[in-house]
């Protein structure tokens, strides 16, 4: 009896020894974290660490930080061999299309939870802070389930930037509609500058997004992007595909060839130095190019894009940035608890502090004046246009939404790719994309 019960214990104080070391484990893991080092980042060195530092003094959880402009190419390879990132801070309509893949290929984990999660260091769950509509779109609703799978971070109102000062300089008027558009085409033209250029083409994507909405409103919109058939023949499908390829002809044409990762600032300084009047962008803009060298009287205006007729609606796309957790992901409560904080107080002033600003109620508040114009543009008659194209399963031959759509557009400012094959190559595109769209 007595041996027995010394196993007995000895067993006890063993557990209790294995659990402690376990316990120790887990408080000591380390998260891993990849984000975009974006305008924001930019704007002040050190965002995204001084944010991770506060989510460890308040948790305890260590975090690994991989911070890079080029996030796609430094994280894809060990993910490739099943290494994952515990979090990634990545958007869609990137040009490299990652966050795209991981949605087509269902390898996101449901953070739908995560609403319902207290913020740690706080009394309030997340779905309390955020403001409204900001998790049911497909931006993070991707399947139409229901479901959360990417939790919105950034948000920016998209819209034409351009100089305003030239703009006071000459005495234009900014456009409220496409024709008053192409007029002012052509009377810049004459001054030698061109209507318009893109950083990317990536930067289409917020931009036709308002389009559509301008052009058919919430429901073309929705009947587009989950891909009805023969959308692109009906009137307002024609429409929208003639203004872009119309933009086309009125862009400068050094713009496709800086249209990359590595030189769009380029073409952003078209417009900074008056050799194109308009440009798609986000309010990151400030911050990113807050160093660079502009025309004399330069002052950053901001305008949603024109209206189809006299009257009409004029839409300004709310751009948002996104964090998600791999499937694949080793710490996924972990990671959940790091996205819950990210609307917590500290982490909205860290980022606020850097004109980075998440759907968190009360706190553009925070914002200087310049910002508080931009994020004023709801305010001042434009319509706020949301969602995306929704996801549909990986397609041997099959590109991205970026591909099909936006990509070719630099040979079409180029004279490479005609107005019809860009046309006929997205029809087609649409027919596969609506067989393949991922329904539960």
């Given at each position: 009896m007595?041996?027995f ?9 063993l557990?209790?020894?294995f ?5 120790k ?13 974006s305008?924001?980042e ?14 460890t ?7 690994e930080l991989t911070?890079e402009?080029?996030l796609?190419d430094?994280?894809s390879a ?10 990634v ?23 739908s ?8 260091g ?8 955020l403001?409204?509509g ?10 139409g389930?229901?479901?959360?799978y ?14 305003k000062?030239l ?13 008053e558009m ?16 893109y ?21 073309f ?7 009805e058939?023969?959308i ?6 024609k429409?929208c595909?003639?203004?872009v ?6 862009t400068?044409?050094?713009?496709p ?13 078209l417009?900074m ?5 308009f ?7 400030v ?8 025309a ?8 949603a894009?024109?209206?189809v007729?006299?009257?009409g ?10 964090i998600w957790?791999p ?13 819950s904080?990210m609307?917590?107080d500290?982490?909205?002033e860290?980022?606020a ?6 759907p968190?109620?009360?706190?553009s508040?925070?914002?200087n004046?310049e910002n508080?114009?931009?994020?004023s ?6 319509k706020?246009?949301?969602g995306n194209f ?13 591909e099909?759509f936006?990509?070719?557009?630099n040979?079409l ?9 860009w ?10 994309m609506?067989?393949?769209?991922i329904?539960e």
């Open positions: 007595k041996k019960l010394a196993l007995l214990l000895m067993t006890v104080m557990s209790g020894i659990a402690g070391c376990k316990a484990e887990e408080k000591t893991a380390t998260l891993r974290v990849a984000a975009l080092s305008g924001y930019a704007t002040k060195a050190g965002m995204w660490k001084e944010v991770c530092d506060a989510f003094k308040e948790t305890g959880i260590k975090v911070l402009k080029n796609e430094v994280i060990s993910m490739q061999g099943g290494d994952f990132p515990d979090v801070l990545l958007a869609t309509g990137r040009e490299a299309g990652l966050t795209e893949q991981f949605i087509r290929d269902k390898n996101l984990t449901d953070l939870d995560v609403l319902s999660m207290t913020i740690p706080e009394s309030k769950k997340v779905k309390d802070k403001a409204g900001f998790t049911d779109s497909v931006a993070t609703n991707p399947y389930d229901g479901k959360t990417l939790m919105p971070m950034f948000y920016s109102p998209c819209g034409l930037f351009y100089n000062g703009f006071e300089q000459k005495g234009w008027e900014v456009p409220k509609t496409w024709d192409w007029a002012l085409g052509d009377k810049a033209k004459k001054e030698g500058i061109y209507l318009f250029t950083p990317t083409t990536g930067y289409f994507d917020a931009f036709f997004y308002a389009l559509m909405y301008s052009v058919g409103g919430a429901d919109f929705d009947k587009a992007t989950h891909y058939k023969d692109w023949d009906s009137d307002k499908g429409l595909l003639d203004i390829a119309k933009l086309a002809t009125y400068n044409p050094k713009t060839a800086q249209a990359n990762d590595q030189d769009f600032t380029k073409n952003q300084l417009v130095q008056n050799e194109a009047l440009m798609p962008n986000g309010t990151w803009i911050g990113e190019m807050q160093d660079a060298k502009a004399e009287g330069f002052k950053w205006g901001m305008t894009l024109p209206s007729k006299a009257g609606s004029q839409y300004s796309y709310t751009w948002i940035e996104q957790v499937k694949g992901a080793e710490n996924i409560k972990d990671a959940k608890k790091f996205v904080y609307y917590s500290k982490a909205c860290i980022f502090s850097r004109n980075a600003i998440q968190v109620l009360n706190v508040d925070k914002l004046e508080k114009l931009f994020y543009i709801y305010d001042n008659g434009a706020a246009a949301m929704a996801a549909y399963k990986s397609v041997a031959g099959l590109g991205s939404i970026n099909v936006f990509d070719p557009i040979s400012v180029s004279g490479k790719l005609t107005k019809e094959k046309i006929e190559d997205i029809k087609k595109a649409n027919v596969i609506r067989e393949n769209l329904k």
